[in-house]
């Protein structure tokens, strides 16, 4: 029975929850819940409140979202994995050759039926390792064992806990400013993305139209708030003058989430597809009248959808059952984390940084080939002790066993040198290989003006710069 934990940074609240997930069945173990305290970021204040409750040594998947998060869908032929993994590591290099960004990836096949294109659809994950290094940095006490899009944790939370229903479904999470998606036929996912929305202003926006403060503008929004007035089955002064003010941010809502079925069609390349229904979670889920106001402008189905409802809580705290139950809607996106952190039959994107990646080859591959020596020197010794009773030779075996170990670690640290010395040659061939492409364009460019410029013109000056590419 495996057992996962897994981190959610929401600007709004940060969650942490430990999950175990046997035979259908999923338990909740561990489930805290707390805000940044003012101007403190989400991942401080994970730090700050959950880093005495996480055990030592606990790894963690932490989710990710938001314009952070690239997230790339790519047409590949079916051929041997090695075959896979070299088209891949060619087109990562190729985007961080782009974007002028040391970029952690991860990547994946969608599973998606045989028969419904020619090729497979890969889906790569990629973030910027900078990004990545600074979260955990700044979460000392916390073992991040990877991170992964808060859109595929939506999808394992209803692989675990859904209804399979033989229709597409698209997932919605609406957080505080967004919209984490997944597009689902059945168990299969076709598509998975993640966006920013204009609800992350919601607070400012009304506090500006009111005349009063962030804080008020937020109690109002939670009582008042109310987007049956869009409907029309909503008359109420205070709603008006609270919800009007808002209606433009959610007025957008329903293009986004129809855009996902054209998005899936070009980037999944599925032609024949049609959106059925939508279930709708996440944080902003339990704002009034949005199940009505989405039904009413997407021409579908709309419910809510509550996983924390779903699973087992006898082992977690009163506290902490108390809290998963106030949060609600606002708990799928962890407890998806977590049971893809617990169950490897479920789907996976793990986005982990180069060094990350090395620390983790190392524990899976290095390691294991040293016992695998040792164990294998450790027999041979034994072997001669009981078959000759020699016991001047088992010493001798133990010192060249010790001198083999100190050796392959030695190797295993150089193959690692090496590895950085082969990155670091890139990076220069790339960088030269750019300037020398711009000097042979200033030079065809220079010959063609002293051929073909008229005598009553001329070129006073010319500047060639090359600048690293920020916006990616």
């Not at 109690?219 to 609270?242: F, N």
């Amino acid at each position: 029975m495996a057992t996962g934990s897994a981190l959610d940074l929401g600007s709004h609240r940060v969650r942490f929850a430990s999950a175990k997930s046997h035979k259908n069945e999923v338990e909740l173990l561990r489930y805290i819940s707390g805000a940044p305290e003012a101007g403190e970021s989400s991942v401080v204040a994970a730090q700050n409140i959950f880093g005495s409750e996480v055990k030592r040594g606990e790894a963690l998947r932490v989710g990710l979202t938001g314009s952070d998060l690239m997230m790339r869908y790519l047409p590949v032929p079916v051929v041997e994995d090695w075959r896979l993994e070299r088209l891949m590591e060619f087109e990562i290099r190729e985007i961080e050759e782009r974007s002028g960004s040391s970029l952690a990836s991860s990547y994946n096949l969608l599973p998606v039926p045989q028969g419904l294109d020619d090729e497979e659809t890969m889906l790569l994950g990629l973030v910027r390792e900078d990004l990545l290094d600074d979260t955990m940095a700044q979460m000392p006490s916390m073992a991040v064992q990877a991170f992964s899009p808060n859109a595929i944790a939506l999808y394992n939370a209803y692989l675990a806990l859904g209804d399979h229903e033989p229709c597409t479904t698209l997932l919605a999470s609406l957080g505080n400013g967004t919209l984490d998606l997944a597009l689902v036929s059945g168990t299969d996912l076709y598509f998975a993305r993640s966006v920013s929305t204009a609800l992350a202003k919601r607070n400012q926006t009304l506090a500006t139209a009111l005349g009063i403060n962030e804080s008020q503008a937020e109690a109002l929004i939670h009582k008042h708030c109310d987007l049956g007035l869009a409907l029309r089955t909503v008359q109420s002064t205070d709603v008006d003058r609270v919800t009007r003010p808002l209606l433009p941010m959610y007025e957008s809502l329903p293009t986004l989430l129809s855009g996902v079925v054209t998005l899936c069609k070009a980037q999944a390349r599925l032609n024949e597809l049609n959106l059925d229904r939508v279930l709708l979670t996440g944080g902003a889920a339990d704002t009034k009248g949005l199940v009505d106001f989405l039904a009413d402008r997407m021409h579908v189905e709309v419910s809510r959808w509550n996983p924390s409802e779903m699973v087992e809580i006898g082992g977690l705290a009163d506290a902490e059952a108390e809290q998963l139950e106030r949060d609600g809607c606002a708990a799928t996106v962890v407890i998806g984390l977590a049971l893809g952190a617990a169950d490897n039959n479920l789907y996976a994107l793990e986005i982990l940084t180069s060094d990350a990646k090395k620390k983790r080859d190392f524990l899976e591959r290095g390691i294991f080939h040293i016992l695998m020596g040792v164990a294998a020197a450790a027999y041979i010794a034994l072997s001669l002790v009981v078959m000759g009773g020699l016991a001047d030779d088992t010493e001798s075996v133990s010192r060249t066993l010790r001198r083999t170990e100190q050796t392959n670690e030695r190797n295993h640290q150089s193959a690692l040198d090496l590895l950085d010395k082969i990155d670091q040659r890139s990076i220069m061939f790339f960088d030269l290989r750019n300037r020398q492409s711009i000097g042979d364009s200033a030079y065809h460019f220079m010959n063609y003006l002293e051929n073909h410029l008229p005598a009553s013109l001329w070129v006073e000056s010319m500047t060639i710069q090359l600048d690293d590419g920020k916006d990616w």
